[in-house]
């Protein structure tokens, strides 16, 4: 038989053209819970022809598993030409163009195969093909009605060749938001024909899945969609499936909300705790199985752990999440006898939950040791840095101030490191680079997918006369040290604001670092629209952001060389124009105080009473700190002020022993500045 894949080889025009994916529900599933109706609500559209599918993909396989992608892409080409075409997809003449494309894009001979396949359809406009089959029919036709049975195949098959090839390609995420599909999918999510009443009919209940499955892979793999989906009342739509009883339902709406909804308002949104109960049942379950599938709930244990993960970066999850159980699960998880891909998602995981739940995860038997022993023995990076971050997370109340405490050793385990080896060796005995002296650059902190926008800042400030330290590279080894020897050595710290910044673990350590040692920090917008909130909107306070997320002046370089000064400058010519003298930081460096420093002009603060100091805390969304401040008036509250200032490990320590969260001390420390 010829490799070419052709009509006559495998004859679809023989099967019943209203049968898509009865047998075959895993494309919906493919990575986010895709097989989740897999045993339950298989839909018979034409009666006993449903049995011709699993031999027609069985058939198909075994082309395929031989074709070369040439072979593939000359196969689909002109069938993605002919249904381009056409202006009406509710007749058979369609379907078998259709069924081919998504089967290929489900089961191409291997991986990377495949990868590029996804790539090719993206340039073949499927994005288009889906906007166009749907827009057409969507809200004319009741598509779930008996005589439209072969419209509502077609939709699917649509919907399912997108979604196979969503996860695989960037280039077809970034289609579909140019195309806006992602306000398409919104709206037919909100429509009557879907309402979450119908849920019970399994047709319409395949649809609200698949469409969910296509969403999470945009706004998963596309930042800058979150901001649109909001104002697309994305927040309130999928709200309106987390009130049904269909737990999947609920629990994906869950997981799409926690990328667009604010701290706020997941305080009001998550008020009891079921889905994440439901998430946990179906990570024990998918564990009990030999390939770590649960077909009772729909989801892989990676899948389940990846929901959790994203729902932990948020704060006020963490505590709710840990609650169910679970950390029992992800320590599992660490075992050489899981995949390294869940190796390195379980202790990024860990990491997350790590930043507010320190204490449960020092208790949880085996853990500490199961994260030594991926750093000293795992062959993989990501696995190794990850477990290595919730290492330093663990111990960081000792990391409050250069050349003190335990840190991370280059071989993995925790050790007490003297002040002199760290002098003569820098924060990590591996790292092999001197660190003392006086701060002399600008530190960079970003997240990875950042990088461009990152590269061309850094070399404007190089030009500039700045010296900068930035990681371009990806470090592999000893990233924690290399990290922290290059916070302690900066002179300020220009943190650059995105979602994924706030969402990473190792952003964030960067960040808690960068606030421990009390480093100035310069934030920078490179994601537009965004607002930092929790912990990140914490540490920017009231401080101003330089706005690179659109195209950038030479103004708004100018306002960020003012913002720097001569901090970081290798010599003191004039940069752009700008004389040196005349440049003035408009936030200016914490400076250390002593013993003999001047006062402070109290500007009436000590003649503040409790109720002040009440209505102060009140002011700065401190007022369920006011036990700390029993007995402070306005004298004490300027005392403790300076004592903040000359001796901030003292303070600060204080705060962390008492258990104090991230949010809270930044929000105190912003709000004793501005006393």
Known sequence: MSKQLTDTAVPLPSIAPTVRD????????????????????????????????????????????????????????????????????SKSDCSDDLTYIRVVTRYAAN????????????????????????????YSTDIFAAPNKVLYANMVDALLLLGNAADKSMVLCTDMVNMQIYEDILQYLSSDQL??????????????????????????NVMKVREPMRANN?????????????????????????????????????SDD????????????????????????????????AAFNQLASNDNNKERIVRTGVLSAYVRLLGTDCSVEEQSAAAQGLWTLAFKCKDDILKEPGCVNALKNLVDNSTNKMVKQHARGVLWVLQSKHLTQPGAGYVLRHSGGLARISDELKSSQGIGSGSGRQFSGSPQHVFISYQWDSKAHVIKLKDHLTAAGYKIWVDVDNMAGSVLEAMAEAVEKAVVVIVCLTQKYKESPNCRTEAEYTFRLQKEIIPVRLQAGYNPDGWLGALSGSKLVHDFSHDETEKTYQDLYRDLGNRGKINSSNINGIRPETIQPTHKPPVASGKNTPSLPDNGVAKWTFDDILEWLDKHNLKHLQNWFSGFDGVVLLEYKAMRKDTPDTFYEMLKDSKFALVDMLRLSHALNQL
């Open 274 to 305: 079921k889905t994440f109960n439901f998430l946990h049942k179906a990570l024990l379950t998918s564990l009990r199985s030999s390939d770590h599938y649960s077909k009772r709930h729909g989801f892989s244990t990676i899948e389940v752990i």
């Open 195 to 220: 309402a979450p009443s119908k849920i019970g009919n399994l047709a319409l209940r395949r649809v609200v899945l698949g469409l969910m499955n296509l969403l999470y892979d945009i706004v998963q």
């Open 234 to 270: 994305a927040v309130d739509i999928l709200q309106r499936f987390r009130t049904v009883s269909d737990e999947l339902i609920s629990c994906k709406a869950l997981v799409l909300q926690a990328f667009v909804i604010t701290e706020a308002e997941n305080e009001q949104i998550n």
């Open 111 to 138: 991986q990377e195969v495949r990868n590029e396949l996804c790539k090719k359809i993206a340039e073949l406009n499927a994005s288009g093909l889906f906007k166009q089959i749907w827009s057409l029919h969507f």
């Open 22 to 89: 009865t047998a075959d529900e895993s494309d919906m599933f493919r990575s986010w819970g895709r097989r989740g109706l897999q045993k339950n609500s298989a839909l018979s559209l034409a009666g006993d022809s449903s049995q011709a599918l699993p031999q027609l993909i069985s058939s198909l396989q075994q082309n395929l598993s031989v074709m070369t992608l040439s072979e593939l892409v000359s196969e689909i080409t002109p069938r993605f030409q002919r249904l381009h075409q056409l202006q009406d997809f």
